[in-house]
Nanobody, 129 residues
Framework: QVQLVESGGGLVQAGDSLRLSCAASGRTFSTYAMGWFRQAPGKEREFVAVITWNAVYTYYGDSVKGRFTISRDNAKKTVYLQMNSLKPEDTAVYYC??????????????????????WGQGTQVTVSS
């Protein structure tokens, strides 16, 4: 079992920055890829970013490339999402999740929700225009 707790969300203006954090507990955090997803009202959950256990590989959804950066600190069991140049369309609940080990061999699964075994409760990000 693993517990994931997101924090850092809030209300900001377009063009501002935010950094989300996701603190993990309950299992060996450093061996698992971690991802961020988001869900806006009335929309399906969307892949945002993923980082492998050793931070060698990162991958981003098209809508956030060049603006968001995912990182992790295995000693602190925390993954981060630095969000810059925020837009109103970034408004959503942001979730972190840990990748199921059985999908870790190939990057194809990294952007798929089904590949993630544990999820946090989410943190709200609201960007005003």
């Amino acid at each position: 079992q693993v517990q994931l707790v997101e924090s850092g969300g809030g209300l900001v203006q377009a063009g501002d920055s935010l950094r989300l954090s996701c603190a993990a507990s309950g299992r060996t955090f450093s061996t698992y890829a971690m991802g961020w997803f988001r869900q806006a009202p009335g929309k399906e959950r969307e892949f945002v970013a993923v980082i492998t256990w050793n931070a060698v590989y990162t991958y981003y959804g098209d809508s956030v490339k060049g603006r968001f950066t995912i990182s992790r600190d295995n000693a602190k069991k925390t993954v981060y999402l630095q969000m810059n140049s925020l837009k109103p369309e970034d408004t959503a609940v942001y979730y972190c999740a840990s990748l199921d080990q059985k999908y870790s061999a190939g990057t194809y699964h990294y952007s798929r929700q089904y590949a993630y075994e544990y999820w946090g409760q989410g943190t709200q990000v609201t960007v005003s225009s």
